[in-house]
């Protein structure tokens, strides 16, 4: 699978999203990487998107939504949960793609087990407000990277969930008939904090080559 580039990404966070639908997001973990193939993502805009972080213009919290694409922005919700999005866009335009689900991948590439939930993606992978900033292209794309799908998917719009702002934008996306898709947050199948499944171990990361 080739690499996910700053031209895939320096795009409206409304054309990225669907594009990263079947994507494999790759962290590197003390321990090795772990790996997941998304299967529903949604969009976030700028200051036309009242539901976005971005709609009053940059914070110290949002700033990074402003570019250059290709950038993590981790941000903890309600005070219990990290969930991890995509920086998308030209420079200065406010954009994110914000990562709901996914299948948890061995080292070849084949299903495990998987994650529902923005929270529980992130906490799956590692990831953290630290996070913010790092780069998911190029050569500076150490601590995580993007793969590109590999084939097409039928992709399913909906209005976005877990918001109170702009519900019936149509800036959900989701992988058609996936059964790990689904309307919002809910307990992840297969696998919790750790990589721990119902009943027994998923074992440990498989090994981390660079990218």
Known sequence: ??????????RPPEVVAPALLGATLVVRA?????????VEVEAYGGLDDPASHA?????????????????????RSYGRHWCANVVTGPPGVAGAVL?????????????IAAVRGPGL???????????????????????AWMRRAEGDLEVAVSG????SREVERPWRFVVAGHPVAGRG????????????RSGRRTGRPPTCWPP
């Open 99 to 111: 990562l709901r689900a996914g299948e948890v991948l061995d080292a070849r590439g084949r299903p």
């Open 121 to 143: 993606l992130a906490r799956y992978l590692g990831l953290t407000g630290a996070d913010t900033g790092a780069s998911l292209i190029g050569s500076g794309a150490r601590r």
């Open 30 to 38: 003390p321990e090795g990487c772990r790996r997941v193939r998304l």
């Open 185 to 196: 947050p809910r307990p992840a199948t297969g696998v919790t904090d750790g990589g721990r």
């Open 160 to 163: 976005r969930v877990g918001i």
């Open 1 to 10: 699978m080739s690499r996910v580039t700053l031209r895939d990404l320096a």
């Open 55 to 75: 709609a009053r213009g940059p914070t110290p919290r949002c700033a990074v939504m402003f570019g250059p694409a290709g950038r993590l922005y981790v941000y």
